[in-house]
Every structure is written in C-alpha cells, then in structure tokens.
C-alpha cells in the first residue's frame, strides 16, 4: 500500500474557481510537504507543514495529524496554475521525502 | 534567490556507457538528496548525503550507483553501466537545517 495517497488524480477547473486537493498519508510524519512540477519536469517547493495552516497568496495549505490527512486549496484558480500538486511527507527531520502519486490539474480559460 | 543547479539538463547515452549528474546544492546547505522519476511515475528517493557520507539510500540505489561531494560545492551522481530502465528525469535536491528541500530543475536521461 502506498504510505501517500492523492485525490483526485485529475482534476479540470475553469478559471476562477476554488480547488480543492487532498493528501492522505498512512505513517506518523515530522513534516508534510506541498510540491508543484510544471510540464517542463522542475519541482517546485510550495509549503512545508507540521501542524495547522499556512497560506501564500491564492495557496492554503492544511493539515489535521490526527486524521493524517492534508488539504491544498487554491483560490480564484488561473490556467498558469496547471501543473501536477505532488503531497509529500518526512518521517524523520531531515528524513528523505516520500512523494504521493500527483493530482494533475489542468485549469482551462 | 540561491537554487540548485543541475547539469546537463538533458543526457542522451548508449546502454552500458557511465554517466555523471552533477548539482550544485545551495552554498550553505549541509544535506543532500537525490531522486529520480521514470517517465509517468511517481518521484522516488534513491540517497541522502549527510557530512560527507551516505546517510540513506533505496533499494534502486545499487551497486551501480554512487554519490560523491568531490569539492564541497558539486554533488554528483554516478551511473557505472548504465541500463535501458535507467531512463528517467533525476533530481538533486538540498536542505539546510529547518528548511523545507530546493530542487533542482532535474535532468533527463535518455539511455539508448
């Protein structure tokens, strides 16, 4: 069974509206980390998280440890945010990063 | 803003030949990771480099491979005989204490 598990594996929005993906993992973690990978292969490091909630700009990024379970919202979406969202987690700090299968999110005009 | 850097950014080889990815992590990052990604797959970890040895490596991560801080500035991954499944876009990766992981833009390789 995979430690990281997404949903949904795709995902098609029109432009402007508020998206929602979800990462649940299966160990007990010491961070959770939200990753962005653009067409052109590079990794892109959104958020790391241990607790709560943070945002940055149109990103929130949220975690319940208890339910091991994550959530990347994104507001007011736009076509430049599509890209595939990987949930990643640490077991360890400092550990190595256990990558889930990607939600590939195409936001269309 | 500092990066990792990853060279080349596109290798092409012939089954059997070496081949060496090279990144150069953030200047005052002190661990160190690699990870690959086959084409429609998932990322996956092959090795962690702490205070100049292997602090973790993945079951992919065989006799064939090694890692190497040769200068303290470049990190590299080394491929002896490269094979057909060895195809794949490869990530460095580094952190400082704290900090979430910066990747590098990744290179892909093609083996032929």
């Known amino acids: 069974k995979n430690e990281v598990e997404q949903s949904p594996q795709n995902l098609t929005a029109q432009e402007g509206e508020f998206i929602t993906i979800n990462c649940s993992y299966s160990v007990g973690i010491s961070a959770l980390h939200w990753l962005q990978q653009h067409p052109g292969g590079g990794i892109v490091s959104l958020f790391m998280?241990?607790?709560g909630k943070k945002k940055h700009g149109r990103l929130i990024a949220t975690i319940n440890i208890q339910e091991k379970h994550s959530s990347l919202h994104i507001t007011a979406s736009h076509p430049r945010d599509s890209a595939v969202y990987i949930c990643?987690?640490?077991?360890?700090?400092?550990?190595?990063?256990?990558f889930g299968p990607g939600t590939s999110l195409s936001v269309i005009p | 803003e500092p990066e990792v850097t990853q060279t080349p950014s596109h290798q092409v080889t012939q089954m059997g030949q070496e081949v060496i990815l090279r990144c150069v992590p953030i200047s005052n990052h002190l661990y160190f990771y690699w990870y690959r990604q086959i084409l429609g797959q998932k990322v996956e970890f092959l090795v962690s480099f702490y205070n100049n040895e292997i602090s973790e490596k993945s079951e992919i991560f065989d006799d064939q491979f090694s890692v190497e801080r040769p200068d303290g500035s470049n990190f590299t991954l080394k491929i002896r005989s490269t094979k057909l499944e060895d195809s794949a876009m490869y990530f460095c990766?580094?952190?400082?204490?704290?900090?979430?992981?910066?990747f590098g833009p990744g290179t892909r390789l093609t083996v032929l």
């Open positions: 998280l241990s607790s």
């Open positions: 990643a987690v640490e077991k360890t700090s400092y550990d190595k990063v256990i």
């Open positions: 990766a580094s952190r400082s204490t704290g900090s979430v992981q910066f």
